[in-house]
């Protein structure tokens, strides 16, 4: 995990806290990221690589963890620690903080940066040495104590604690460039898991030969509506007027939600049929997510099924001019065929009298 000036910040920082493995070093731009190292970094940090890791502490709340999990009551409190290794051939001075945690729009987990005000979790741990020296090949280990409100009302929270070093990099722009570790805790009490489905949007597109089905793309928000941190299950099905013709959609990749989160999902339904209607419908349901080492599993209640559906025109109009140009066809030729019949009894209408005519004036 050694972290580089060209690695994008907020990337790496995303990817390691969903993934809860000990994350590689981000960089964010200095001008974003506030609260910079109060030791001053050692100038040969700046002109070297910097590298370091981190991880949780093996203590009693376990060992080799890949991120914090905790289950407390409201009151409650615990102390456990970080690991921050320097993996380079410079000391680090590294400023140490927790923070809220937070959904991307992507569905990744990401931490509020430095000079962001926490206001859950993040809030709640207090951070024993918020700066800290670290010498080349060493570890130091940073305490850190995890006090719930006694207020706090139930459910799970979402944070991480997070060490940065600021630096400059060849270019001469300083970087803010963070390493953390996810935290989640649930808080003792009933869990209300629900989820919503909204903004269900269809956009039906017919292929050009009339005989083949078209293709449906089915955007949606998911949110997670409840107090417990849930890994959805969905399914989309598109039908024609009646319910005709129904498509079920491959699945869609829905993220695990925390309280509060939303994300927007969209999947292309092919071998949808034009019929007159294409209406989608999404079907929504999960199961809460079980924190490391919990007992309780079996008792997580179940996450209410919801539907939401939207609709869109699938009008076949290739198919409907072919039709137009064929009734205009045949109306062309019956028409014809009537002026031709109509034609033909006016000439013999006026033979006939022609023929009377000739024979009244014969003496």
């Known amino acids: 995990m050694t972290p580089t000036s060209r690695v994008p910040a907020v990337l790496a920082v995303l990817a390691a806290l969903a993934l809860g493995a000990a994350p590689a070093a981000a960089a964010v731009p200095a001008a974003a990221a506030a609260a910079p190292a109060a030791v001053e970094p050692p100038p040969a940090a700046a002109a070297t690589q910097v590298s370091w890791g981190v991880r949780p502490a093996d203590t009693v709340h376990g060992a080799e963890r890949p991120n914090f999990a905790y289950s407390l009551p409201p009151g409650g409190t615990l102390t456990d620690a970080i690991v921050l290794t320097n993996k380079g051939d410079a000391p680090l001075a590294?400023?140490?903080?927790?923070?809220?945690?937070?959904?991307?729009?992507?569905?990744?987990?990401?931490?509020?940066?430095?000079?962001?005000?926490?206001?859950?979790?993040?809030?709640w741990v207090e951070v024993a040495s918020p700066q800290v020296v670290v010498e080349p090949g060493a570890s130091v280990e940073v305490p850190f104590t995890l006090t719930v409100p006694a207020d706090a009302q139930p459910g799970d929270y979402a944070a991480g604690v997070v060490s940065t070093l600021l630096v400059e990099n060849a270019a001469g722009v300083s970087v803010d460039r963070r390493l953390g570790s996810r935290m989640h805790v649930r808080v003792g009490g009933d869990l209300a898991p629900a989820l919503l489905v909204s903004g269900v949007d269809v956009d039906y597109r017919a292929g050009a030969n009339p005989v083949v089905p078209g293709s449906a793309t089915v955007t949606f928000t998911v949110t997670n509506?409840?107090?417990?941190?849930?890994?959805?299950?969905?399914?989309?099905?598109v039908a024609g007027l009646l319910g005709l013709g129904g498509v079920r959609a491959a699945a869609v990749d829905v993220p695990e939600l925390i309280p509060?989160?939303?994300?927007?999902?969209?999947?292309?339904?092919?071998?949808?049929?034009?019929?007159v209607r294409a209406t989608a419908s999404v079907a929504l349901g999960g199961t809460v997510v079980a924190l490391p080492g919990a007992t309780d599993a079996a008792a997580a209640p179940g996450v209410p099924g919801v539907v939401a559906s939207g609709a869109d025109w699938a009008v076949p109009w290739v198919a409907l001019a072919v039709l137009a140009l064929l009734v205009a066809l045949v109306v062309l030729r019956v028409r014809a065929r009537r002026r031709r019949t109509v034609r033909r009894q006016r000439e013999l209408d006026d033979a006939v009298a022609a023929a009377l005519a000739a024979r009244g004036a014969t003496p």
């Open 94 to 123: 590294l400023d140490v903080y927790a923070a809220d945690g937070f959904l991307t729009p992507d569905g990744t987990l990401d931490l509020l940066e430095a000079g962001e005000q926490s206001t859950a979790l993040g809030a």
């Open 225 to 237: 509506t409840g107090n417990a941190r849930i890994a959805p299950a969905e399914e989309v099905e």
């Open 260 to 275: 509060g989160a939303s994300v927007e999902r969209s999947v292309v339904v092919d071998g949808v049929w034009p019929l």
